[in-house]
């Protein structure tokens, strides 16, 4: 067994793109392991220039299948143990294994826009389900504690006339789930 305590794993040109792999990994063989990494990315069409890879606690496998479970149009697309490839709506996501040294935080959130309110309370139940937590104006963190903004998709519309947004803006920042028809009526 290697405990590592510090890994840059690099991808692309020199000097360029790292992994960062920390204090918390113990690897059977750290070739083996690095070899998996790169497997990963020459396995699967890695055709879009830029994606997000999330970094989890060793359960990136169990967190792709929720959120292909919540979203239509997703499915794993290969799991290699440290690295999981998966689409979510048709956008390629990598979740690694990375463990427990870096957590989520809501500097970094995915949006949904959402064209009813069934689809707000749709997205709303699922990702707050089993330890997610509610937030304010829209946003909410989902049990991994990644962070989502909830929207309708005619929010845009609503603030794009200032007499209306100082109306809606109010109404918005008093609500933790957004409601269509009151921002629409405020």
């Known amino acids: 067994?290697?405990?590592?305590?510090?890994?840059?794993?690099?991808f692309g040109p020199p000097n360029r793109h790292y992994l960062p792999l920390q204090n918390a990994l113990v690897l059977p063989n750290l070739h083996a392991t690095v070899k998996t990494i790169i497997h990963s990315f020459n396995n699967c069409n890695m055709?879009?220039?830029?994606?997000?890879?999330?970094w989890f606690d060793?359960?990136?496998?169990?967190?792709?299948?929720?959120?292909?479970?919540?979203?239509?149009?997703?499915?794993?697309?290969?799991?290699q143990g440290m690295v999981v490839i998966f689409e979510v709506n048709?956008?390629?996501?990598?979740?690694?294994?990375g463990g427990p040294k870096f957590k989520f935080n809501?500097?970094?959130?995915?949006?949904?826009?959402?064209?009813?309110?069934?689809?707000?309370d749709f997205y709303?139940?699922?990702l707050t389900a089993d330890g997610g937590e509610e937030s304010m104006?829209?946003?909410?963190?989902?049990?991994?504690?990644?962070?989502?903004?909830v929207?309708?998709?005619i929010i845009g519309q609503l603030m794009s006339d200032p007499q209306k947004a100082q109306r809606v803006m109010p109404v918005l920042m008093q609500m933790r789930k957004l409601d269509i028809e009151k921002l629409q009526s405020a």
Request: aromatic fraction near 12%.
């Open 106 to 120: 809501e500097a970094v959130s995915f949006v949904i826009t959402c064209d009813t309110q069934k689809e707000i």
């Open 124 to 126: 709303w139940e699922k």
């Open 90 to 97: 048709g956008k390629k996501f990598m979740g690694l294994n």
């Open 1 to 10: 067994m290697i405990k590592v305590q510090h890994l840059n794993v690099a």
């Open 58 to 79: 060793g359960n990136a496998k169990e967190a792709a299948e929720f959120y292909c479970g919540v979203f239509e149009n997703s499915k794993i697309v290969t799991d």
């Open 137 to 149: 104006c829209g946003w909410l963190k989902d049990r991994y504690g990644v962070s989502w903004q």
């Open 47 to 54: 055709t879009e220039q830029i994606f997000p890879c999330l």
């Open 151 to 153: 929207v309708p998709s």
